[in-house]
């Protein structure tokens, strides 16, 4: 599945030091504003300790992880909205994403330039929050001046259109962000068509120094005071120390300056499992001699569209999807034994997907 998360941030905050860690590509990393001028994209797998035991019980040729993209956008300054900096193409940019790790600078250090001459992530946040508002804003104008033309012909769904639009222009010009809004299923589905930036959903990343990585820090406290109202998750990680981590060569050595630092696994991996879950994805596995494998699901899909999340094929000649839960099948410890259990079960097309089923398709084309 084809979706992506936007690193977005101030100049100079660590998103491309965090975006090397978490992929293979190498996105050039410098002490001054505007050094990422492309996207960078990386395609990373998702961490799951699952794998492992799945393997072990099937023992097959190959394993394969569920992958991700992560995409590191430009620094936006103020006046972004207005074409400051480089602010037309990061906002085209992040519009294209499907969430947003919001990076914060949450460490101090002199030689390293703040474009606002100090740290401050509350007032960093602010900042992007108003020039993608404004920027949203200026856009939900626009589709109001577009619906005016057709209003008076009175079509229920162009009024409805509009009454969405217009509680999204007051609410913008209130500062806030249209993800804050309330909205029931149907108004959620016009939202959508607006393709708004705000509307996204958010994750905070305070970016600390070593000796912040377990506790947090004053500035750390300062960011989940000012989003506590958000529902929104705040991470913290030291993009510095994942840097060194990623260049140790052996697990055992990664190991052991975990333990140093008094971690239990890198920071990164919290981070793809929280974007992950911020997408709204999960993963079913298929379990065979051959492969073990892990594949992406948004959360409440069908049988027939994970099939179709292998090949469009499957999807089409669904016929039925034979189903085990992960816990029964490495509890009991194979195939067989969960049949044996009568809990191996046969699922037609309304059946909704859960995290972690083990899934067999039976299809004709």
């Known amino acids: 599945m084809s979706l992506k998360c936007g690193i977005v941030g101030l100049p100079n905050v660590g998103k491309s030091t965090l975006f090397n860690c978490l992929s293979n590509a190498k996105a050039q990393s410098a002490n001054f504003p505007f050094c990422t001028i492309e996207p960078n994209i990386g395609t990373i797998s998702v961490p799951d300790s699952r794998l492992e035991i799945l393997e072990g019980l099937a023992n097959p040729q190959r394993v394969i992880p569920t992958t991700m993209e992560i995409v590191d956008i430009a620094g936006l300054v103020k006046g972004a909205s207005k074409g400051e900096g480089l602010g037309n193409q990061f906002l085209a940019n992040i519009r294209e994403t499907d969430a947003i790790i919001h990076v914060l600078r949450c460490f101090d250090d002199g030689n390293i330039i703040h474009v606002d001459g100090r740290v401050d992530p509350v007032r960093d946040k602010?900042?992007?929050?108003?020039?993608?508002?404004?920027?949203?804003?200026?856009?939900?104008?626009?589709?109001?001046?577009?619906?005016?033309?057709?209003?008076?012909?009175?079509?229920?769904?162009?009024?409805?259109?509009?009454?969405?639009?217009?509680?999204?222009?007051?609410?913008?010009?209130?500062?806030?962000?249209?993800?804050a809004i309330d909205f029931d299923e149907n108004e959620k589905e016009i939202v959508k068509r607006f393709q708004l930036i705000t509307s996204k959903p958010v994750m905070y990343l305070c970016n600390v120094d070593e000796g912040s990585v377990k506790t947090g820090n004053k500035h750390v406290d300062s960011v989940k005071d000012a989003?506590?109202?958000?529902?929104?998750?705040?991470?913290?990680?030291?993009?510095?120390?994942?840097?060194?981590?990623?260049?140790?060569?052996?697990?055992?050595?990664?190991?052991?300056?975990?333990?140093?630092l008094g971690l239990e696994e890198p920071g990164v991996n919290r981070l793809i499992r929280s974007a992950y879950r911020l997408l709204e994805l999960q993963t079913y596995f298929t379990v065979g001699e051959k492969e073990v494998r892990a594949w992406t699901v948004r959360t409440g899909m069908t049988a027939p569209q994970a099939a179709g999340v292998i090949h469009t094929d499957f999807e089409k000649g669904f016929i039925r999807a034979e189903v085990m839960k992960y816990v029964d099948y490495t509890t009991l410890g194979s195939e067989q034994a969960v049949k044996e259990a009568g809990k191996f079960k046969v699922e037609g097309k309304e059946y909704v997907v859960e995290d972690g089923d083990i899934m067999h398709f039976r299809f004709n084309v």
């Open 126 to 179: 602010e900042i992007i929050d108003i020039e993608l508002q404004l920027k949203d804003l200026e856009t939900i104008e626009k589709r109001i001046s577009t619906i005016a033309r057709v209003l008076k012909s009175g079509d229920k769904d162009i009024v409805k259109e509009n009454d969405v639009a217009t509680r999204i222009k007051t609410a913008l010009e209130q500062g806030k962000s249209v993800r």
């Open 227 to 260: 989003v506590k109202d958000e529902q929104a998750e705040v991470l913290v990680i030291g993009a510095k120390i994942e840097s060194d981590i990623t260049e140790l060569e052996t697990y055992d050595e990664r190991q052991l300056f975990l333990d140093e």
